[in-house]
């Protein structure tokens, strides 16, 4: 979970399905450079998010999470963000160098049940919210970052 990223930005195939291209770029300015890329992709729990298959992370960004869902930090009990979703909570620890990771957390009784077909190692997906392949998604909030292609 990153607090100075205002998009979604993901580079694991594992967690995504149906990427696909924009009309638009993303320009991600990283402490690695600028990093670009016009594709989405779908993710459980999130909706769309932006994709880049160079990318060495997935970054959940604070403030797209903090408009979809309830946030709790109670650093009296954990340093921990707990994100609570219709599907069970997401936890993001941290970690010793400042960063906040998701981690595994038991899953809770999902109101719909959760679909299969991503294929990958439970261990790669465990606590990760999925989305029935039938909701709507939202677009990408790229705020000033997105220019569009010509």
Known sequence: ????????????????????????????????????????????????????PKAITNIYSLACMADKYRITY??????????????????????????????EMKQQQPSTPLPTGVESTQSQLAGVPKVPADASVETPNAAALVETVT
């Open 74 to 103: 109670d650093s009296s009990v954990e340093r921990a963000f707990i994100v609570h979703t219709e599907y069970g909570p997401l936890k993001f620890v941290e970690r010793p160098d400042g960063l906040y990771a998701m981690v």
């Open 1 to 52: 979970m990153d607090s100075q990223s205002t998009v979604h930005h993901f580079g694991n195939e594992a967690f995504v399905t149906n990427i696909r291209q924009l009309d638009a770029t993303l320009r991600l300015a990283t402490n690695g450079g600028v990093a670009t890329t016009n594709l989405i992709a779908d993710t459980g729990g999130v909706g769309t998010v932006w994709f880049d």
